[in-house]
């Protein structure tokens, strides 16, 4: 009796802590973001769908969006990844967005350098004196903007709508069926279920510092830095040996071997899917 | 008693660092033994789990395993009937899920899938966590860690489980459940040895119990037996449980008679009061 009493109490406490993770703050972001965005992947509604049937999907669509380079196919990925990343896949439209505008600078930045341009003439559609040079572009340029925007959005959502419904580590078995190299697979797979630690034992090495004023000046948060960072290698060594014994004491014997669900891809949605791509490619034949 | 299911001839184990871990350990072990294993930190408790596991090879001694020496070659059956239940349970889950967590043993005896399928939902189920199936070990807490953790031995079925210090951290409700599994896997008749530093649980729950002092077993006996003898609780560090303390202070104020008898839990204790 006492057990099932536990469980229960268990299951609460962690949907608490699930909230805390899904409950997000206003748009833009902010440090662990990354860490949300695995929260989201493991929560979404369209999680138990067949991993490499999200990945390929996913691949595809974003192939197509570039290579069609048509604003009219951009707009409908758009749409289209939104529509299976929210409505299908339940996660709040202030989280999307949240994690949409993450490379959003970078986006404006470097289409900024296509759309305009600088002389020391007034040349150009319309142009803007600042004094000693002219700032000046034309709607032709704005277009080519445009619609590089809209492109490279096309193809971002297509990514985060994989990412947003798949957790790391099916992704990464994806790969390994892919025949990415095993070594690289292991790797990744590791990489992922350590990172979380290592930021946990970050996380307290950087409060009891800080507990101890170890960051009350510029100087002394470097030095600080310093010596966490020091630390934690050494940490790290000395627990990569622990990780080492607990894994032999299983019998590993050289090959990261994991136990996988088979998710069973409907036709369904392989029709659907296929449906899609055919009407992404007569639109761009039909507006080229 | 029969034929020990495990025999450890003369361990040595060195780090490295010139001090001996090991030095110089036998012990048999029966099988459906529930042995507690007591000292001090660096006594050399986890070095000999890890050294019966065949993860640290000792640099002299042998063991073997139902009569069977351990050598390179059958090494394999050696971590396959001994598992050991890590005291951190960070430092044993390797996988990205719950579900590959604990096929991680059995995928790594190669079995076939729908054996491990199998075993994982019956550990799983054991541990009461199915409902955690798939979520991450990131996302758990300590205490459902510590069962994940339990739940990869399980699943390996083996005859032997090692527990490193498995209180070490949990809140009481959990070590409570924690007990409670114990006592299931008792009553199953594997045979399980417990490092620990809680007198009072060794009190209570070992049959057995082994002092490790300086890499050395210094005593090897019933629970009662060892807190009686004022020795080599000095000697290794430890502090009677509580039980026989209030039991030798009651005789000692005349308010006991005293029978040497001491009561093994708080309702034993009881009912002999309730008996004056």
Redesign the interface.
Known sequence: M???V??S???D??TH??EK?YRHHKIGHKHGEGFSI??YA?ASKI?DWNPAFKVSLSWLTLILCIVLNNPYVSIVVIIAMAYLTIIVGGLSIQAYLSILTIPISFIFLSTFTIGIDFSTLPIGQYNLYLGFCYVFTSQAKLKIMFFLILKVFGAISAMEMMTLST???EIISVLQRAHVPKLIAELM??I??YI??LMDVNNKMRNSADSRLGYCDIKTSWYTFGKIASNILIVSFK?AD??Y?????????GD??????VKKVKIIQITKAAVFIIFLILLWGFTR | MGEPILKIKDLYYDYGNGTAALNGVSVDIYEGEKIAVIGSNGAGKSTFFLNTNGVLKPDQGEISYRGTIINKKNLKELRKNIGIVFQDADNQIIASTVMAEVGFGPMNLKLPKEEVLKRVEEALTYMNILDYRNRPPHYLSGGEKKRVSIADIIAMKSEIIIFDEPTAGLDPLNAQMLEEVLGKLCSEGKTMLISTHDVDFVYRWAERTLVFCQGKIIADGTPLEIFQNEEILKQANLKQPTMMEVYDLLVEKHLLEDTKAYPISTQAFKEMLGNM
């Not at chain 1, 014994?245 to 014997?253: F, G």
């Not at chain 1, 990261?256 to 669900?261: A, K, S, T, V």
């Open positions: 006492s057990t099932i536990l469980k109490g268990h299951r406490g962690h802590g699930d993770n695995d929260a493991y999680r957790p790391s580590f797979n590791l992922y279920r979380f630690i627990k622990d990780y014994n607990a894994m032999e004491a299983r019998c590993y014997d990261l071997i994991f136990l996988e669900e």
